[in-house]
T-cell receptor
């Protein structure tokens, strides 16, 4: 799986949009971009994933650049409960879901009141 | 609501003891995983299973074994616990692209 680079930490004001960047310059054509987050003392939680088109769900939006070498996770209206470590993961989607995930160090997002 | 449960949140064991960590999922998922999480090292895959009685080694299987006798249950076994196995252990399950994680078991080996 391709390697990802994320800033170690970020701050965001409550109610504002949180934009978390991720670089994955060695991504292959069949690799997807996944985002998970881990709130303190809990297991990781899936947020969103995409291949090349922008994606949106009830939690967040994922913007992938046209060359696919970077992406941005957007939390449109951050709340204090969004304080967590956010992981950007690049992986081949086997379709059967039997592949393990490789988590890097992620970005510690702190939402300020 | 989907659920992955782990038998204990906190566990303290002595060096040399045999330790069983249990994980149960209620989503009828084929795939189940065991990870450990350590500060500065992130999550690392220990073992996974894609079907009953099937298992595959992950990145760090040494010192561990697993058992999957029923689809909903995946057990991690430390045959002889050592202090370097003190860690947070996370179980997950999936059927397609999304992995669902349990709350974790913090194991301390003294």
């Amino acid at each position: 799986d391709a390697k990802t680079t994320q800033p170690p930490s970020m701050d965001c004001a409550e109610g504002r949009a949180a934009n978390l960047p991720c670089n994955h310059s060695t991504i292959s054509g069949n690799e997807y971009v996944y985002w998970y987050r881990q709130i303190h003392s809990q297991g990781p939680q899936y947020i969103i994933h995409g291949l090349k088109n922008n994606e949106t769900n009830e939690m967040a939006s994922l913007i992938i650049t046209e060359d696919r070498k970077s992406s941005t996770l957007i939390l449109p209206h951050a709340t204090l409960r969004d304080t967590a470590v956010y992981y950007c993961i690049v992986r081949v989607d086997s379709g059967g879901g039997a592949d393990g995930l490789t988590f890097g160090k992620g970005t510690h997002l702190i939402i300020q009141p | 609501d989907v659920k992955v449960t782990q038998s204990s949140r906190y566990l303290v064991k002595r060096t040399g003891e045999k330790v069983f960590l249990e994980c149960v999922q209620d989503m009828d998922h084929e795939n189940m995983f065991w990870y450990r999480q350590d500060p500065g090292l992130g999550l690392r895959l220990i073992y996974f299973s894609y079907d009953v009685k099937m298992k595959e080694k992950g990145d760090i299987p040494e010192g561990y074994s697993v058992s999957r006798e029923k689809k909903e249950r995946f057990s991690l076994i430390l045959e002889s616990a050592s202090t370097n196995q003190t860690s947070m252990y996370l179980c997950a399950s999936s059927s397609h692209y999304e992995q669902y994680f349990g709350p974790g078991t913090r194991l301390t080996v003294t």
